[in-house]
Each structure stands twice: as C-alpha cells, then as structure tokens.
C-alpha cells in the first residue's frame, strides 16, 4: 500500500520465541497479502488473531491500522492509534484517521488542534487539510467572520473552492452568496455532482420544475452519469427522501465528508488508489446515508485491474440496491466481466437485464445501447444490429445518432454489408463531421476491399491531424494508404511512428514490416515480423500469414 511506512518485512523475523513463531508470522504474512488484494475484511481476520505484535513489531501495527480504517473500522483503527508510541504517531494519515474519528464524535476543537499541527508532505493532502481547518474554522468562529474566512481562503485549485464556497454557504445560510455560487456551478457542466448538490437544495424548496431541468441538461451534458439518472428516476418518481436523506447542508461532518470525497476523487484520478479508498473510506464514515459514494470503491476495485480485487458481492448488492440505475450498471458490468470469467452466469444476467429493459420507463437508449455493445463485443454482429436499430427508433436528438450509426456501421462491415456499412459511416460523419474514429474506421475499410484509395488517403490525414498524432492505429492506417498507393518510402516514415506508438498490435507490426521489405530492408523486416509472432494478442489467421513471409518474404 502506498501510505505504509517502508520498513523492511524482513524485520519480522529477527527475533526468537513464541512471538516469532510460526503461527505469528504466517498470519502476519496472510494479513499483507489480503491488503495487497483489497480483502480488508480478511486482513482484519489474520490481524486480529496476533494481536500480541502490537507491542512490538511497528509495521504490524500500521498494516492493521489501515485495514481496519480501508474496511470502515474507523472506532477501532482509532483505538490503535492511541496505543502507537508518540514517535509513530507523526504521520499524517494516522492524524488524518484521529480527526475525522473526533469529528464524528463532535469533539470540533480536539480535530481542529490535530489538523492545525498535522505533518504533512504531501501537496493534496496539505489543501485536504487546509479546507478540513476552513469547516473546522466557521464551525468554531463568530458569525461575522464565516464569510470573511471563506473569500480570503487560498487555494491551488479554483473549481474545488468553487464546490466548497456553494457547501460552505449553503451550510451557514447565506443565501445571496449560495444564490450567486450555485449560478457559477450550473454554468460548469462538468461539475455535476453538484448540479446535485444544488437539486437537493431546490428540492427543500419545492422546486420540482426547476430541479428537473438540472438534471436533463446535465443528463444531456454526461448520460453515463449514475447519480444524476438515479436522481431523475427519483425526482419522477416522487421520491424526495432521496435527496433529502443523501446529504444535510447543515451538518459539518457531512461537509467535511463531502469534502473527503472530492479528494478521494482526486486521488482516484491520480491513480492513487489506496489513497482514494482510505478519504472515501473515512467519507462514508462520516456521512453514511450517502450510499452512493460507494461506488466510488467499485471503481477502485476495477482499476486494480486484478481479478483477485473484482468487487465483491456483498458492495455489489449494495450499489445495487440504490436503485434502477445502479442495478443496471452492476449487472451489466458483470455482465462484461463474463466474457473472461467463465463462473459467471452469462445467460442469468442477460436475463435480468433483458426483464429490466423491458419494465424499465426511463433511459432505455442507453441500456439498448449498453446490449448492442455487449453483443458487438462478443462479434454477435446481427444481434447488436436488433439493438442498435431499437436505439435509433427512440433516439432522443441527432446528436446521439453519429454513435448508433458508428455502432451499425461496424456492424454492418463484420457481416460483409459494405454499402449499409458505408450509408452509416456516411451518416455518422454527417451528424458528427470531426470525430476521427469514423473517418478512420471508413477509410481503412475501404482500403481493405481496395477501393477510394486517394479519397481515404486525404481522409486519415484529416483523422491523424484531428487525434494529433497520439493515436498508433490511426497512423497506421494512413501509413497503411501510403504503401496501397505504392509511396513505399512515405509508408514506413509513418508506419515506424504507428509501431513505436502501439507495441502492442500485431497489424501494425505486420504493415511496418511489409513497409520495410518494399524498401529492401529486408533483415530489418524479418526482425519486425519475427517480433509480431511473439506477441499475445496476435490472432491466429495473421500468425499464418507472417510465417510465410518469415519464409518466403513479399
């Protein structure tokens, strides 16, 4: 884990007697190995019963402490932080852990004297610490200076004080400076949470009208955004307690909670998952009516990307149950995960989510959409075009119907349909004229049936310059246009950018090398071949056509 002290494990095993046995070291080694997997229950287990290296072994104690906090064991992390030896107390998420625990127990000044002294090396951390004293501050200060503390507050990031001044005013009822953040935040559409955050605040007063249209702009803005379809759901349904429950404006450690989550986010980002799950971890210890933070855990889980780290099915279940959107989004993501996990039960979920399809009244676009993926994935090309098309029949505005024609016309190209394949291809342009993997799927189609070879040469040009030369399989394909029209020494200029970028296709491989023995390099093309068969991706019809050319050459 990331945050643990980097002490030697070999340390464990310097000593003699009944302490170091056996027993005690395997369980100490079975404790790390579940929080290597993200088994913080398991941990907790092994942990618990060698309880006897508190005392003495001071990486046994961190490994526990932080098991405990990861699997929401705050109380209990607390008590051993307590009985940690002062030296080992000045690290600053052991600190973190003892004043988000005196938070919740309401004891605002005891925190605050912890995080004003808190030591703190890293910079996220530092501002997570600096906003914690801010609520910490205006919690504790006179009325007057609430608002003199929030304007003179610095921060390194402009939107995350944007969030907390809406929090923080919403929070001390000033109503003329919540109205005035809260029309910044609606102008962000990329700040939806908080979009939200305000719907709660309009729902309180009966805004019904206006709450709803937040939510389709924002659905509109980001239709794969969980919380706000779910919030919509509700908002129709009539169901307020969903919002009103979720988050009280008037409660610190909901504040202060809310604020771990942004973090937790951050941190998320910056692919420091452990980090991420520790803040969300004391988030929801904080403020736990606010079940939907879990699925910020779920993600985490699947960023391992270990299958030993899969979300379990007790967190499943319980996303799960925060409603119609939710459970449509853990079943399909199992769903998914069923194509390389034959223990899943393929045909059970597709059932489930074909019976939810079918009572579902809302957002049924994008859960059509979600089966046509799932089936093109797994190269059942007429069974995703069913799906597509049912899409396409209830599709909302134009501008989703680049995506179901990109959709069909992949499909269609699989099934040996090129004109429909071309009419859709066509019309997804026309719909969306600067979105490059269209153009680059066209025009490498029909370079490999051989036909309009200038017209997809200008047209991947346009692809390469769109990508800005980022994308290894889109420079291919232009490399690709060079060697069809006989511009071998143009092709392998291109074509080497497209295999230094994307080591890991053998197609592209295979071209670079097809490139190379038009310019007679032959040595070198051998060797770029002889490279494309050891790769794991190659599939097995290329093998045979690369073997050949080991052989036989062009």
């Known amino acids: 884990m990331i945050f643990l002290p980097n002490v030697s494990e070999s340390s464990l095993f310097q000593s003699k007697g009944d302490l170091f046995s056996s027993t005690y070291i395997s ?3 079975k404790g790390s190995l579940a929080i290597n997997h993200s088994k913080y229950s398991e941990a907790n287990f092994f942990f618990s019963k060698i309880k006897d290296l508190e005392k003495n072994h001071d990486p046994y104690s961190f490994q526990y402490i932080f098991s405990l906090a990861l699997d929401g064991k705050i109380n209990e992390s607390n008590k051993l932080i307590v009985n940690l030896k002062d030296i080992n107390k000045d690290n600053y998420l052991l600190q973190l852990i003892q004043g988000i625990y005196q938070i919740k127990n309401r004891n605002y000044q005891s925190a605050q004297n912890i995080f004003i002294n808190a030591n703190i090396e890293n910079p996220l951390l530092g501002e997570l610490n600096n906003y914690i004293n801010l609520w910490l501050n205006i919690y504790l200060s006179e009325i007057q200076n609430k608002v003199t503390q ?3 507050f610095k921060s390194s990031f402009d939107n995350i004080k944007l969030i907390q001044s809406l929090l923080i005013y919403d929070f001390i009822n000033n109503k003329e400076l919540y109205d005035q953040t809260s029309k910044k935040i609606l102008q962000q559409q990329s700040l939806g949470r908080y979009h939200f955050f305000h719907s709660i605040h309009l729902i309180k007063e009966k805004q019904f009208q206006e709450v709803e249209k937040i939510l389709i702009k924002q659905i509109e803005h980001n239709p794969n955004d969980l919380l706000i379809k779910q919030s919509y759901v509700e908002l129709k349904e009539e169901n307020f307690s969903f919002f009103s429950k979720t988050y009280e404006s008037k409660n610190i450690n909901h504040g202060v909670s809310e604020l771990l989550y942004l973090f937790a986010n951050l941190m998320q980002q910056q692919q420091q998952l452990d980090f991420s799950k520790l803040l969300n971890s004391l988030s929801y210890y904080l403020n736990p009516n606010f079940t939907t933070n879990k699925l910020l855990n779920y993600e985490n889980a699947i960023l391992h990307d270990d299958n030993n780290n899969f979300p379990d099915k007790k967190l499943q279940d319980n996303i799960a149950s925060l409603g119609s959107e939710y459970q449509w989004y853990i079943n399909f993501s199992n769903l998914l995960k069923s194509t390389s996990d034959k223990k899943i039960n393929t045909e059970y979920l597709l059932g489930l989510l074909e019976k939810k399809l079918s009572n579902s009244k809302y957002f049924n676009y994008s859960k059509l959409i979600d089966l046509g993926n799932y089936y093109r994935s797994i190269k059942n090309y007429k069974r995703a075009l069913s799906y597509y098309s049912q899409a396409e029949a209830i599709a909302i ?19 040996g349909n090129f004109d429909l394949a071309d009419q859709d291809f066509l019309l997804a342009l026309k719909y969306s004229p600067q979105e490059y993997v269209v153009i680059n799927y066209l025009a490498f189609s029909w370079l490999e049936r051989g036909v309009n070879l200038e017209k ?14 980022e994308l290894g399989y889109i420079i291919d394909s232009l490399g690709w246009a060079h060697y069809l029209l006989n511009n071998y020494q143009e092709a392998e200029k291109i074509l080497q950018i497209a295999y230094e970028k994307t080591t890991a296709e053998a197609e592209v491989y295979d071209h670079y090398a097809d490139a190379l023995w038009k310019n007679n390099k032959k040595i070198q093309a051998r060797y770029i071949w002889q490279k494309a068969t050891n790769l794991s991706t190659i599939d097995e019809e290329r093998l045979k056509k690369i073997n050949k050319k080991l052989i036989h050459g062009l």
């Open 150 to 152: 929030v304007e003179n």
């Open 27 to 29: 369980g100490y080694l």
């Open 456 to 469: 997809s040469k200008l047209m991947l040009e346009k692809a390469v310059r769109l990508s800005k030369w």
């Open 397 to 415: 505005s134009e501008n989703k119907n680049w995506k179901i024609h990109y959709y069909k016309g992949i499909c269609n190209e699989r099934l």
